[in-house]
């Protein structure tokens, strides 16, 4: 089975989230906040099964406060994400981030930086897309830090 190798304009759109990521300094819990879901979720039934209706609401309270105590301290910067996505889910991003950038003109990596670091519009579209994609298609939680 052939090795994927990124096309160069890909490779380049998924340097460029990386790029806009790093200067929001965006990070994202992905695999730890499905666990979490996954513990409060079974501490809610078997708080069902124990104690009926008000177990329920008991095994979700507590349930809650350990999924959020299990994922705290566990987000990874979401360059590092996007550099582990499989390759159909970077070439999803990608046609996502040129349907944005292509009204603009650059022959390199380092030219299309520049444009769309100079731009709050630019960056923000961007932004915007990578938190609904990482929210939405990779079911994790953001954090920003100052």
């Known amino acids: 089975m052939p090795v994927w190798s990124p096309s160069p304009v890909l490779a380049d759109i998924m340097k460029l ?6 200067e929001g300094k965006i990070k994202a819990a992905v695999r730890h906040s499905r666990r979490g879901a996954l513990v409060t979720g079974a501490v809610a039934f078997v708080g069902g099964l124990v104690g009926g209706p008000p177990g329920i609401a008991l095994g979700g309270a507590v349930g809650g406060l350990l999924g959020a105590w299990m994922t705290s301290g566990q987000f990874e910067p979401i360059p590092q994400i996007l550099m582990e ?6 070439q999803k991003l990608f046609d996502k981030a040129i349907a944005i950038v292509r009204h603009l003109d650059w022959t390199d990596l380092e030219q299309l930086t520049t ?4 731009s709050e519009s630019l ?9 609904n994609y990482v929210t939405k298609e990779l079911g994790a939680k953001i954090q920003y830090h100052d």
């Open 85 to 90: 996505l499989p390759p159909a889910e970077q």
């Open 115 to 118: 444009l769309v670091m100079g």
């Open 17 to 22: 989230l990386c790029s806009v990521c790093d």
């Open 123 to 131: 960056k923000q579209k961007l932004v915007t897309m990578l938190v």
